[in-house]
């Protein structure tokens, strides 16, 4: 099993910065890559970006492409998520996924092909 544990949301005016951070535990050997995905009420949880876990090589959805970047600590199984210039838009609660399945090459934005989550985080951005 894998735990994960995010931590770093809170509220901050548009245009400011936020880092989120997402501690893995247990059997942590066995992810493969990690991702962000974001939710608002009434709305499905949504992707937006995600990493591999050995090449760590990146994909970002298109709304927060030159603004957020993603990265990881391998030694210390964390995730980061460095949220700059942000909008009111991208207000939600962030979770921290992990996946374990090869299937995951085939489809990095799709929650289906992650097997655990974090909690969430909300970051809340105003106007």
């Known amino acids: 099993q894998v735990q994960l544990v995010e931590s770093g949301g809170g509220l901050v005016q548009a245009g400011g910065s936020l880092r989120l951070s997402c501690a893995a535990s247990g059997r942590t050997f066995t992810i493969r890559a990690m991702g962000w995905f974001r939710q608002t009420p009434g709305k499905e949880r949504e992707f937006v970006a995600a990493?591999?876990?050995?090449?760590?090589?990146?994909t970002y959805a298109d709304s927060v492409k030159g603004r957020f970047t993603i990265s990881r600590d391998s030694a210390r199984n964390t995730l980061y998520l460095e949220m700059n210039s942000l909008k009111p838009e991208d207000t939600a609660v962030y979770y921290c996924?992990?996946?374990?399945?090869?299937?995951?090459?085939?489809?990095?934005?799709?929650?289906?092909?992650?097997?655990?989550w974090g909690q969430g985080s909300q970051v809340t951005i105003s106007s």
């Open positions: 990493i591999s876990w050995s090449g760590g090589s990146t």
């Open positions: 996924a992990a996946a374990d399945s090869s299937s995951w090459y085939s489809g990095r934005t799709l929650k289906r092909n992650y097997d655990y």
